[in-house]
Nanobody, 123 residues
Framework: QVQLVESGGGLVQAGGSLRLSCAAS????????MGWLRQAPGKEREFVAA????????QYADSVKGRFTISRDNAKNTGYLEMNSLKPEDTAVYYC????????????????WGKGTLVTVSS
């Protein structure tokens, strides 16, 4: 089992920034890559960003490219999502996930979910 705990969500004005953190514990291993999904009110969950396990590269949804940056600190078993130039349409619950993202954003596999952290961007 892998446990994922997000933090760092909150209320921010449009154009502002937030950094989300994801602390991983349990049977963390290099088999899984870390990523972020989000779900806006009344909408389906959507892919945001992730690491590609095979090459170690990163994948981003088109809607966040150039604004969001995914990173990690392996020594701390912690991942991050730096979000800049936030827009009201970025308002959502953000979930830290672990799985496989080599073909993201078209397809991916989720093995573990965090409980999510709410990000609200006011206009």
């Amino acid at each position: 089992q892998v446990q994922l705990v997000e933090s760092g969500g909150g209320l921010v004005q449009a154009g502002g920034s937030l950094r989300l953190s994801c602390a991983a514990s349990g049977r963390t291993s290099s088999t899984y890559s870390m990523g972020w999904l989000r779900q806006a009110p009344g909408k389906e969950r959507e892919f945001v960003a992730a690491f590609s396990w095979s090459g170690g590269g990163t994948q981003y949804a088109d809607s966040v490219k150039g604004r969001f940056t995914i990173s990690r600190d392996n020594a701390k078993n912690t991942g991050y999502l730096e979000m800049n130039s936030l827009k009201p349409e970025d308002t959502a619950v953000y979930y830290c996930v672990a799985g496989g993202f080599d073909s993201a954003p078209k397809s991916y596999r989720i093995n573990y979910w965090g409980k999510g952290t709410l990000v609200t961007v006011s206009s």
